[in-house]
């Protein structure tokens, strides 16, 4: 059978026979289904090895740490026995010394993350509101602590808020101060270098939420004759939640579960959870006890966490 052919605009059509149209077309349509079942493997084979990175060496470790902290321990003995007991979590919750230590770490990265909001907030305001080659050099300045190590800036607080450091020395000297005031082994001197430590995290996470206001939000209020403490309250401040929410989780998280600047400037006199966890399981060696206050944290952050979440998805429904 000969194929009809069109001519027109310098186009060649072939006309088929109802059946071979028929054959072309079902075709075509089993081979893009067969396309869509087959299964695209890239994006699992991409994520393979950042899960089994997180599955040995995060929950793997924590799964350790679980059954570590059920463990028996006899001191001066046998060290960790092979039994399952849940006393290390009855002695640290029955215990107010260590309920107290829970209560101060709570504390103090309360306030540091208040701080870090108050400090933060002005700055990261002033950094979206930049461009160009100014808002480079901010941004610049705001990341440079984070490339020292926060054993060295810990250190440097140590020499400022000494009792012969530069801040007393300075403040004794312009004759403001007749006696050094104490900022170390105290929560007050642990606060001050906590929230230096963590600031650029807070400053961070502001400046995402704050450039994703539209500008335009604020000439609409201007309009409607809005002054600029009412749109800080109603505009900025309403839709800038998102990263106050996230960067307190942040700051949070990392003041509560920081090391090195407690352990510094707070000293024995002032324990928290990350001196006491290393207090118990590396100088005492009562491993299962450690481990014990260790998952009692964990529990308290996802909690707070989870509070935290809640509150900021209300924030956002309202918004």
Not at 106 to 134: D, K, M
Not at 250 to 277: E, N, Q
Request: hydrophobic content about 55%; proline content about 5%.
């Amino acid at each position: 059978m000969h194929h009809g052919r069109a001519v027109g605009f310098g186009l060649e059509l072939v006309r088929l026979p109802g059946r071979d149209v028929h054959r072309v077309t079902q075709g075509t349509a089993d081979g893009i289904l067969r396309r869509r079942e087959r299964p695209n493997t890239t994006p699992y084979l991409l994520i393979a090895p950042n899960l089994v990175w997180l599955l040995l060496f995060m929950a793997g470790a924590l799964v350790l740490l679980a059954i570590t902290s059920l463990r028996g321990y006899e001191p001066g003995g046998r060290g960790i026995l092979e039994t399952w007991e849940l006393t290390h979590y009855a002695q640290f919750l029955g215990d107010p010394f260590f309920l107290g230590v829970l209560w101060r770490s709570l504390v103090i990265s309360t306030e540091t993350t208040i701080v870090c909001l108050i400090l933060g907030f002005p700055l990261a305001y002033w950094l979206s509101q930049l461009r160009g080659t100014a808002r480079a050099v901010l941004y610049l300045a705001v990341l440079i602590p984070l490339l020292t190590s926060a054993v060295v800036r810990t250190f440097g607080w140590m020499i400022l808020l000494s009792n012969n450091g530069f801040l007393n020395k300075t403040l004794i000297n312009l004759g403001i101060l007749s006696s050094p005031m104490r900022l170390m082994y105290n929560e007050t001197g642990i606060i001050i270098a906590l929230a230096e430590v963590l600031l650029p995290f807070m400053v961070l996470a502001l400046d995402a939420a704050l450039l994703n206001i539209d500008r335009q939000l604020y000439d609409a209020a201007r309009n409607l004759g809005a002054g600029a403490v009412r749109i800080f309250f109603q505009v900025t401040l309403p839709l800038s939640m998102p990263g106050v929410i996230s960067g307190s989780v942040l700051v949070f998280t990392l003041a509560i579960s920081a090391y090195v600047t407690p352990a510094l400037i707070g000293g024995p006199r002032v324990p928290v959870m990350s001196t006491t966890i290393y207090q118990q399981g590396i100088a005492l060696l009562n491993w299962p006890f450690g481990a014990a206050i260790a998952f009692v944290l964990l529990v308290t952050l996802i909690l707070l966490l989870a509070v935290l979440s809640y509150v900021g998805y209300r924030f956002a429904r309202a918004a």
